[in-house]
Every structure is written in C-alpha cells, then in structure tokens.
C-alpha cells in the first residue's frame, strides 16, 4: 500500500466576486507525494497564486476540496482558522517577498515558527541555528532582516518554513526578487530539501532556467490545467493532458 | 540539513517576548511616545493634585487651628465664607457658657506691604497669645510666637526670612519662624503675629482707608471687604468644648443670644467645598475630564497606529499558524508598556515640575493609584480595540 499524497488538490474551483465574478480557479487537481518537487507555471493571471492560497489553507476553494496527508482539510465553508494547527506543523510558506519579522535576528525569525507551536526558546534557537548552519547562513545568525541582502533574507524565510520539518512546503515565485544565481541557489535547496527530507514541495516559478531542477510542472491558465511536464535529469519533456481534459476546454 | 526537529514542551506558552523585542528595536520612537503619554499624566495629575491642593489649602486653618465651634457675626457664614466681625470682648461671653472648655479670638485680613524695597502680600492671621500656643503651625524653621507684640511667624511662600523686619500697620515686626504650605484659600501666605497686633494692624489700616475715603468725598466712611471692617472687632471666637459636653446644647446656648452665629467644623468645611469654592471645584473637575477624554483619545489612537503598523506581522503570525494568543499578547503588552511607561514618566515629570508651581498641587496616593488605573484601563480598551481589529486580519494579506 502506498502512502497518500502529501497534498491533494480535488476539483478546485474559486471565484471572486468583484464586480462581476472572476474565475481564478475552474476546476484544478494535481497530487503531489513526499520528496517530490513541483513546479507551477502559467502566465499572470492565471490562477497560480489562488492554486497555492487554497493548498495552504489560506483561502477555502468555491468547490473542490483539499486534503492533506489523505485528510480532508479544507472545502467549501471550511473553517480555515481552526486550521491553524495544520498550518503550522504541516505546512511550511514561502513567498516572493521573505517577510520576515523586522524586529527579531535570523535565529529568531526562525526559531519563532518553532516557538509559536511550544517549542521552548532554548531548543527553539539552537535548531535555527542549525537550519540557518545547513543555509550556508550562519554567519549571518544574529542579524537583524535589514542587514541581510535579498537573497540571505529569504533564505532566513526558507529555513523558518523548514523550522517545524513540515511534510508539504508552498512557494509562491521565491525566486523572482532574486537574480539569476540566486534564485537558481533557491531551487537547488528546494531539490536538497525534498531529497533529503522526504518533503512535498511545489513552487510557483516563472523562471524557467532552473525548471531542470523540478520532478514535474504543471501549467495553468485562465483558472484551468492546460499541461504537464516531466522533467527527468534535466531533460524536460512536454506532454498534453488527458483527452477529457481536453474536452473540457 | 538533518538536524532533528525538537521536543515540543508541551505545556508551554513562553515565547519569544514580540512586544519587548518590538520595543526594543524601536526605542528611540518608544520613549517619545511614552514621554507624550506621560506629559498627558502629568497634566491630568497637576489637574487633580490642583483640585486637591485648593480643598487642602481652604481647609488648612479650619483643621489645623482645632476650633470645635466658630462662633460668628449673627446672621453671617463667617469668617471664610462671608464677612465677620464681633465684638472683641465677645471671648469672654462665650468663656462662661456651661460646656465650654477654652475659647480663642480668631482674625484674618489680606495685607500688602513693603519689605526690604519689595511688595508683599501675606494674610495676617492673629493668634490669641498666650491663650493659643500656636502649636498647630506647620514650622519649618525657628520658633513660635512668644513674645505679647512686633513677633510674626510667616510662611516660606510669603517671601520672607528669620529675622527680617516687616513694617505693618505703625509696628515693625521681626520674623522669629518660617511655616511651611500654611496658605489661605486663594494660595496667600499666612503671615502670624499675636491678636492684639493683628487688631492694631487692623485699626491702623481702618483708620487709613477711613482717611481716604474722605479724601475721596465719600461721606459714608470705610469700605472694606476685610472681615474686620470696623474698630476693636475680631473675627470669630474659637471654642474648644469640654469633653463630656454636649455640642448640640452649647450652640443652642449661644444662638439664644440672638446676636451671633454658631458654626461647627464641619460646617466651615461644608461652606467652604460646597458654597464657596463650589465652582472653582467644579471647573476644575471638568476641565479633569475633558484631559482624561483627551488622554483616552490619544491613547487609543497610539495603540491603534501600533497595531495598524503591524498588521503585516499579524498576518504572517497567522500565516505560519501562531494562534491568536501571540497576537493578542503581542498588542495587550504594549499597549500596558505604553501605559504603565507614560504613567512613570507622568509621575516623575510631574514631581520634578509641580514644586516649582505657585500653588500646591497635592498628590496623594490613592489618587496617583486611581489614575494609574484609568490609564490601565484607558490602555487596555485601545488594546480591545486594535486586538479586534488584528482579529479581523487575513493570513492571506501577507501577500498584498
Ligand atoms: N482577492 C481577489 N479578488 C478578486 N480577484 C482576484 C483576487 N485574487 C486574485 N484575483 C483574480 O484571480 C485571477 C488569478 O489571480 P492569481 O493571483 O491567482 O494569478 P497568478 O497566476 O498568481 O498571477 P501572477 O503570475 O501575476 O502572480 C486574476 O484574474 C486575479 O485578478
Ligand atoms: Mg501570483
């Protein structure tokens, strides 16, 4: 028997109603399995950032649900602040901004995912320390967010989703503030993350020069799956979505 | 890379103190809030303390000088609320009333004067020497008066100094003892010399304002507002009652005269808050309120800037799953650090600045404790309200 997927995303529909309804999401499902590391394209627009609201928890779909380690978690009406628990010991954010907390260190900032969810402040520190050691950031451990460059700064953001070790990690375009070593760096510990540590990671990414990293991309557009890909050791290959998807267009 | 994900304790609710580390980063900004939230304290301590220092002031000679009945011009609330004068042997009726246990004449007038090339002005208060010991003066410095004439006891705020020698009425006096806050109800110095001579002073003056309205053409003699308008008058006759006395039956005595009034203490001190400082009492507890609504205003909006300022972190609090508890701490804390912050600066600019005021501005605990607690709560409904507005933040909004 197989484990479930990390995150499963079922019919997703979302609407917003903003003088006249906007589409976002028309009926999205993937999967994606632990130590899998996906990618989510698609013009602006397209749906991608809804896609990763309603996956984390951060938004209920129209329709559709979510589940999340083979749980139901989110559908219609949820209520999405009781799932907080979820949220802070399952998933682990990222975004394009690192929003990190003005006033606390890098350790801090780190240690603070882990604080908030009972972890003493000693054991707390000392694992953030050694998450931002394995960054190659621990020169920087005592800095505060303004003295870092934007590629360190987020960094000090991936090291606070990995603080609680969760099975699923959401990246909404990490990379897009960064250049494009940096942002490159960023995928490449993505890959080390999801390899060494069994997570499920799918990042929305309009960069396409590190898509060899990926295990497989999706692309939406107009709220809607319009391909996938393959990626295998840096060969990618593009390949169209099932008949009845296609129909469905 | 695999260091391992540590113990939950389980228990614990200890974190990382947001509220502190906030204010810590931003103390510059910190303080000058707290110092403008103190400053506010102190107007509303000075405003209080004001209130108390005139109720303390007014009352200062009817608790001090230990009279249990004020026996008055007939017809007068005397000598504080209105005019009095009696006849300056009227002591000596009184003496003789069953019950009675010691009485002492009693005279007060405002008097300028000139002393060492400056312009002064005092309340000459005279005390019956050596019926009255002068043992209820506050003295700072020096002695009592105990000599019969030309000795004076003037408070600090008078403006003069031991030994120096003042020309009142046609006497010089010498001062022999400073007291220290013994005003009268507008905030003038006491000034004390022995009854015999504040009479003196008293004729002196009555003869001169006599002369002048003359002078002026105004046949009808004298107009004063002293409470001894005319010759060989005093103020009132303090009665001390003997301890088995009945009060009641001894005022009744007296009022049977028909010529004189019978005021107890707590008649003096019901005619002075409630009649005539009334208005000034209540002025100044309007203007109170108004300053607490100010602060209260104030206050709120500083906490709700605050928490506007940070509802970027609340969301992302949120985001990464913190519970509401965080959140609410976070606000709760700094909005009772402002408080409890601007309180202190607010009591000490206030006890650094008050003394150097004209007139006392009393703190007393129990009031300092009161506002502490107004401001807590003033702090504490800004916290509610920017609580309830942090609750209302989106996680998704870390995104916009
Ligand atoms: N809160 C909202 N209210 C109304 N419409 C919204 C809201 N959020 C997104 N939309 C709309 O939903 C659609 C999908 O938006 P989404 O942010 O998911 O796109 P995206 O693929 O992430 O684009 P980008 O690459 O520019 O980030 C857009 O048309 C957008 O205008
Ligand atoms: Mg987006």
Redesign the interface.
């Known amino acids: 028997m197989t484990r479930p997927p990390v995150l499963g995303v079922d019919g997703a529909v979302k609407h917003y109603d903003g003088g006249g309804v906007v589409r976002a999401l028309d009926g999205v499902s993937f999967e994606l399995h632990a130590g899998e590391l996906l990618g989510i394209m698609g013009p602006s627009g397209s749906g991608k950032?809804t896609l990763l609201?309603i996956a984390g928890l951060?938004?209920p779909p129209t329709a559709g649900e979510v589940r999340i380690g083979g749980q139901r978690v989110s559908w219609p009406g949820a209520d999405?602040d009781g799932l907080?628990?979820?949220?802070?010991?399952r998933?682990g954010?990222v975004?394009q901004k690192p929003?990190l907390?003005?006033?606390?260190n890098a350790t801090?900032n780190v240690?603070?995912?882990?604080?908030?969810?009972?972890?003493?402040?000693g054991?707390?520190r000392?694992?953030a320390g050694?998450?931002l050691r394995?960054l190659g950031l621990a020169h920087r451990a005592s800095s505060?967010p303004a003295r870092l460059s934007g590629g360190e700064q987020q960094r000090v953001a991936v090291a606070?989703a990995l603080a609680?070790?969760p099975p699923l990690i959401l990246a909404?375009e990490p990379t897009a503030a960064l250049d494009s070593v940096r942002g490159r760096q960023v995928i490449a510990l993505f890959r080390?993350?999801a390899d060494?540590?069994g997570a499920g990671i799918a990042v929305v990414t309009h960069d396409p020069r590190a898509l060899d990293l990926f295990d497989r991309t999706i692309e939406l557009s107009d709220g809607k799956l319009v391909g996938a890909s393959t990626g295998i050791g840096g060969l990618v290959l593009q390949r169209g979505l099932s008949e009845g998807d296609v129909e469905r267009r | 890379?695999?260091?391992?994900?540590?113990?939950?304790?389980?228990?614990?609710?200890?974190?990382?103190n947001?509220a502190l580390?906030?204010i810590?980063?931003?103390a510059v900004r910190f303080l000058l809030t707290m110092a403008g939230v103190g400053l506010l304290v102190t107007a509303a301590i000075g405003m209080v303390g004001l209130y108390r220092g005139i109720i303390a002031d007014a009352l200062l000679i009817v608790r001090d000088i230990g009279a249990d009945l004020w026996v008055v011009q007939g017809g007068r609330a005397g000598p504080f609320a209105e005019g009095s004068a009696v006849s300056a042997t009227l002591d000596r009726r009184v003496e003789g009333v069953e019950g009675v246990a010691a009485v002492r004449r009693f005279v007060q007038f405002n008097q300028q004067f000139e002393a060492g090339g400056r312009s002064l002005r005092a309340t000459v208060t005279g005390i019956d020497h050596p019926a009255d010991d002068g043992g209820w003066l506050r003295l700072a410095q020096g002695r009592g008066l105990s000599a019969g004439h030309f000795e004076a006891v003037a408070d600090e705020s008078v403006g003069l100094a031991i030994d120096d020698v003042v020309r009142l009425g046609a006497d010089d006096h010498r001062v022999v003892g400073l007291t220290r806050g013994m005003v009268d109800q507008m905030g003038d110095g006491l000034l004390f010399v022995t009854i015999n001579d504040a009479q003196a002073i008293a004729r002196r003056r009555t003869a001169e304002e006599v002369l002048l309205a003359r002078a002026a053409g105004n046949r009808s003699g004298a107009a004063t507002t002293s409470s001894v308008p005319q010759d060989s008058k005093i103020a009132a006759v303090l009665v001390a009652l003997d301890s088995a006395a009945d009060p009641a039956a001894v005022v009744a005595a007296i009022r049977r005269w028909g010529d004189v009034a019978v005021l107890s203490r707590d008649d003096q001190v019901d005619l002075l808050l409630n009649k005539r400082l009334w208005r000034l009492r209540v002025q100044i507890l309007a203007f109170t309120s108004v300053l607490l609504a100010v602060m209260t205003i104030v206050v709120s909006l500083i906490v709700h800037t605050m928490t506007l300022e940070k509802l970027?972190?609340i969301a992302?609090?949120?985001?990464?799953?913190?519970?509401n508890g965080?959140v609410v701490s976070m606000i709760g804390q700094q909005a009772m650090l402002i408080g409890s912050g601007g309180f202190l600066a607010g009591v000490g600019i206030a006890h650094l600045v008050f003394p150097l005021f004209p007139r006392r501005v009393e703190m007393t605990v129990a009031d300092l404790a009161a506002l502490f607690a107004t401001v807590l709560a003033i702090a504490g409904i800004a916290a509610l309200f920017g609580i309830s507005r942090a609750m209302r933040v989106?996680?998704?909004e870390?995104?916009s």
């Open positions: 950032s609201l951060l938004e999405l907080r628990e979820v949220r802070r010991r998933i954010f975004f929003n907390i003005p006033f606390l801090e240690a603070l995912a882990l604080e908030i969810d009972d972890v003493p402040p054991p707390a000392r694992h050694g998450l394995a505060l606070r609680n070790d909404d080390r993350i060494e540590r | 890379m695999d260091a391992r994900q540590p113990r939950r304790s389980g228990r614990g609710d200890w974190i990382v947001l580390r906030d810590r980063f931003n970027h972190q992302l609090l949120k985001l990464i799953g913190a519970r965080v989106h996680a998704r870390v995104l």
